[in-house]
């Protein structure tokens, strides 16, 4: 199913119980879209991106033939802009508890840029024996983003099907929310450069992954 509009927080929250995962479109005015694609090719140009790896501190890899993406990890000072879309995603996070009893606390999330023809190999946002991501939340920046540029989020629906599967094109304005522990995913190639602002809900505590 695909939500429509922005004050959808029960219809969220019924799709993350049923399904799992959300689509939501025009979660954001374009206008907080554009100033927030400006921010992150910005970042990009003035060398404030680095190359994205997989796995964490002395784990951490870099390959492009997995991941090809450069981000720019986001605290501090923020724009009004990703204020704006951080002030949403506490309401959310606040409905998300009330509705489903998540106990999400924190917020960490980057842009993430995508040249051409780079791509994401399929993965699980969760570190191993670490448990504490609980939902993966993805925002599109792409303006008038076409079927044929490519670039989809293929949201695997099944983990023992990996031909069950969803693709979402990454059209600006739209929110992806999916748990980060069941869903594997991964970002197909595109003709054109590819924005997104990729965040994870977490929990308090950490909880070893048995």
Known sequence: MTISGTNSHQLIADELEFNGYAVVPDFLSSEIITGMAEEALAFQMTGQMHHAGTGRGSGLLHNVALRGDE???????????????????????????????????????????????????????????????????????????????????????????????????PVAGTLVIFMSTRFWHEVLPATRTRLSLTGWFSTRAEYPRI
């Open 71 to 169: 981000i720019h990890w986001l605290d501090g000072h923020a724009s009004s802009e990703r204020q704006d879309y951080s002030d949403s995603l506490e309401l959310l996070r606040l409905a998300l508890n009330r509705s489903l009893s998540l106990g999400l606390f924190d917020y960490e999330h980057h842009y993430a840029v995508y040249p051409v023809d780079s791509h994401y190999s399929r993965h699980l946002d969760q570190f191993q024996r670490e448990g504490r991501r609980t939902l993966s939340c993805i925002l599109y920046l792409n303006q008038d983003w076409l079927i044929s540029d490519g670039g989809a989020l293929r949201l695997y629906l099944d983990a023992e099907d990996f031909l069950n599967f969803r693709d979402v094109m």
